[in-house]
Nanobody, 124 residues
Framework: QVQLVESGGGLVQAGDSLRLSCAASGRSFSTYAMGWFRQAPGKERQFVAA????????YYANSVKGRFTISRDNAKNTVYLQMNSLKPEDTAVYYC?????????????????WGQGTQVTVSS
């Protein structure tokens, strides 16, 4: 069992930066691939970024590539999402997820555990 708690969301202006954190409790954090998803009001959940268990591989949605960076610190059981050059269309609830996968999963169904989400609002 893995419990995930996101933090770091908030209200920012377009062009600003935010860093989201996701702290994991439970055993074997370093064996899980981790991902970030987001869901805007009235829209489906959207894949944002994924990182392999070791942290050696990452993958991004085209909409955030070059602006967002996913990273992890397995010693601290934490995964991060650094978000730069934020746009109003990045406004959403952001969720982290953990999955037992040797790949970089991009579908929500490939993840086993989810956090409660943190709100990110970007004003124009």
């Amino acid at each position: 069992q893995v419990q995930l708690v996101e933090s770091g969301g908030g209200l920012v202006q377009a062009g600003d930066s935010l860093r989201l954190s996701c702290a994991a409790s439970g055993r074997s954090f370093s064996t899980y691939a981790m991902g970030w998803f987001r869901q805007a009001p009235g829209k489906e959940r959207q894949f944002v970024a994924a990182i392999s268990a070791s942290g050696g591989s990452t993958y991004y949605a085209n909409s955030v590539k070059g602006r967002f960076t996913i990273s992890r610190d397995n010693a601290k059981n934490t995964v991060y999402l650094q978000m730069n050059s934020l746009k109003p269309e990045d406004t959403a609830v952001y969720y982290c997820a953990a999955g037992r996968s040797t790949k970089l999963p991009t579908r929500g169904a490939e993840y086993d555990y989810w956090g409660q989400g943190t709100q990110v609002t970007v004003s124009s």
